[in-house]
């Protein structure tokens, strides 16, 4: 198994110029044979920011609630947005697995 450093997460930390990270989770969702849409929720009670990272590309996707908008999963794509606003993760059909990184912070 091999161990990865926080302080190899820094410079991404840095980038998003997060002064506090409040949680930092991994998403894996294995592949089904139909995309599923998870329930929708809001990361934090509280105003900060949620930053979701796309690890690999595959036709999962994150939709928010109030506008339906979707951010369909490419690599190295990162979208942001305030942690109280409302959306689902779905799972994927043409890759073994969908990740994200999912980073709530100031």
């Known amino acids: 198994y091999q161990y990865l450093s926080p ?3 820094y410079p991404f930390f840095r980038d998003l110029d997060a002064n506090a990270v409040v949680k930092c989770k991994a998403n894996l969702n294995p592949r089904t044979s139909e ?3 998870h ?3 809001k990361d934090m009670p509280f105003e900060c ?3 979701v990272f796309y690890v690999n590309t595959c036709d999962g996707y994150t939709e928010f609630e109030e506008c339906g908008t979707r951010v369909e999963s490419v690599a190295g794509r990162i979208v942001i947005f305030p942690s109280n606003l409302s959306h689902t993760g779905t799972s994927c059909t ?3 697995k969908r990740i994200v990184m999912n980073i709530n912070y100031f």
């Open 49 to 51: 920011k949620t930053a």
């Open 7 to 9: 302080l190899r997460l």
């Open 94 to 96: 043409n890759d073994k």
């Open 39 to 41: 329930s929708y929720h």
């Open 35 to 37: 995309i599923i849409k």
